[in-house]
Each structure stands twice: as structure tokens, then as C-alpha cells.
């Protein structure tokens, strides 16, 4: 990621990670079992009678729902699919602070941010832009469930802004939108790291002038090149210390 950056995290539904998979589970009540390589979810709590078969299952990182459902079509899908938000919300709480908190960030809620897109308050499709283009951020439309911050605290010693926040909010999809403004460079290299893994998780690749949207860079930051939208950062490895 950069500096004074906007991103989004769009979920595929058909890849998963085991481990974020379980804690959401954990987290929502779910029953499931691992077996091998393999995590079936078979009671997720839901009002449907599924008749003895599962909800959904996880080999490796791929993922199968259940096909009584989906083969009769858009009603059936529809009947599970407030399950399986509950669930895609859980399942993007615990990828981003699994993410952030393994490159030794803090995770918490983000009550500043709760004041700005209050939880319930609605992310809406503002007009065209000029000449039809449209960036993803842009075509976004839904509720924001949560909002989380990630901190980090910088080593170098005469970094005059120490301390770099990231925020997140959660929309009731599971959809994950990012912002960030300035970063020190040690805590950069930690924060492109924890993206990365985002991406993964999420099966996704966000892609440049789609997904990731850059901000404009306050003139008293444009000498600093790990900040430059054009270019990735240039800090070094450093001892992970924050």
C-alpha cells in the first residue's frame, strides 16, 4: 500500500481461509469440523432445514455452499444469504486483525470513525464522474457494520509524526474499504505486508486506478518518496519493534 490511500477489499466467495474461517465461527456460534485439509460448517444457525447437509465446506481454501440451495435458483440463495453475512462481516473483522496484529500493529475499534460513518449509516453511489469513469469505490452502496483502526508507532528515532492509524470500515457484505494518510517508512513496509495478506484471504487482487484509489499528497509530504503514488515504498527491513 501508500501513503494517502484509499482501498478496497472485495470477497470472493470462493476462497477462504481456514483459520479467519474458524475464528468467525467461533465468534458467531457456528458448529463445524476439521478434518484433514479440510473445514465443514454444519450448523450456522440458520431458520432453513438444510436435511443433514452442510452449510458450507472449506478443502484447502476453496469453498462449496450448499448445493439443495443454490441449484433452485435466486429464492433458495436468498434465504441464506443474511447467514452468510453475518458470517463474511465476522470473517473480514478477523482478516484484517489478523493481518495487521501478525506485522505488530494494534487493532481496535475505531470509535472516532463510528462518529463519522456511524454503524448503519449507508456508503452511497454519488453521480458519474467526468467521462463516465467510474472507480470502484465509487459504485459502492451499502451499510457500514463496523469500523476498526490499525496503529502502528515508528523506530526511527527524528520522525517528527510517529505514530501511522489506518482505518477500515465493514459493510454488511463483508466488503472492507481502507484509508490512510501519512505512514513512516519502517511502518510501511509492516502495513504492505498486512495488505498483501489481505488480498490473499480475501482471494482477491486489488488492482490499480479500480480497487486502490490514491489521495491527493499535502504539499508538505511530496518530498518523501515512500509516499509517491507513483512508486512503491522504498523503505528498508528493519527490526520489527512497534
Known sequence: M????????????QVMDQKVLAKACDTLGWKYSIQGDMLMVTDAGQKENLHGE??????????????????????KVEQLRETFNLLNVEYAENAVRKAFEEEGFTVE??????AFTPVGSTVDRPAPRRGGRFLIHDQLKGKVIRN???????????????????????LEDGTV??????????????????????????????????????KRIPAEYRDKAYCSPKNKSLAMQVEKVF
Open 2 to 13: 501508500s501513503c494517502f490511500e484509499s482501498s478496497v477489499f472485495l470477497k470472493n466467495p
Open 148 to 170: 476498526l483502526i490499525a496503529t502502528g508507532v515508528t523506530r526511527i528515532p527524528d520522525e517528527t509524526e510517529p505514530v501511522a492509524v489506518i482505518r477500515f470500515s465493514i
Open 54 to 75: 452442510f452449510v458450507l465446506v472449506v478443502q484447502g481454501n476453496y469453498v462449496s455452499f450448499n448445493r439443495f440451495y443454490l441449484r433452485e435458483g435466486a429464492e
Open 109 to 114: 475499534n475505531d470509535s472516532l470513525q463510528d
Open 177 to 214: 474499504i481502507s484509508d490512510s494518510n501519512y505512514i513512516p517508512r519502517d511502518v510501511h513496509d509492516y502495513a504492505d505486508h498486512a495488505m498483501l495478506n489481505l488480498d490473499r484471504v480475501f482471494g482477491t487482487k486489488r488492482r490499480e486506478g479500480r480497487e486502490i484509489r490514491r
